[in-house]
Nanobody, 118 residues
Framework: QVEVVESGGGLVQPGGSLSLSCAAS????????MGWYRQAPGKQRELVAR?????TINYADSVKGRFSISRDKNTGHLQMNSLKPEDTAVYLC??????????????WGQGTQVTVSS
């Protein structure tokens, strides 16, 4: 019913930058929040950044000052600067969606791989 697709991942050298995109489509009345998570092998999935419809933004301490999140309607972006090897992970977009009927649910993309290595 709602599809979430991430793009923009790839291989980048330490200190480099990448911009990830998250596109949500389908039966969406409004998006209440959009967040980026990441999961590395052997590690638990963690919240990287999240932005609400009210404009509230939260960042993980490990990325604050380096990453920035934004959203315009159903498309969001995660700008990643000064990348470090420990940023290597699959990055997933999570979207909280409200329907016309007033119901809400969240949807996940399949993820995009970010590899930071020299």
């Amino acid at each position: 019913q709602v599809e979430v697709v991430e793009s923009g991942g790839g291989l980048v050298q330490p200190g480099g930058s990448l911009s990830l995109s998250c596109a949500a489509s389908g039966r969406i009345f409004s998006i209440t929040s959009m967040g980026w998570y990441r999961q590395a092998p052997g590690k638990q999935r963690e919240l990287v950044a999240r932005i609400t419809s009210a404009g509230t933004i939260n960042y993980a301490d490990s990325v604050k000052g380096r990453f920035s999140i934004s959203r315009d309607k159903n498309t969001g972006h995660l700008q990643m600067n000064s990348l470090k090897p420990e940023d290597t992970a699959v990055y997933l977009c999570n979207v909280d969606v409200r329907s016309v009927a007033g119901l809400w649910s969240d949807y996940w993309g399949q993820g995009t791989q970010v590899t930071v290595s020299s």
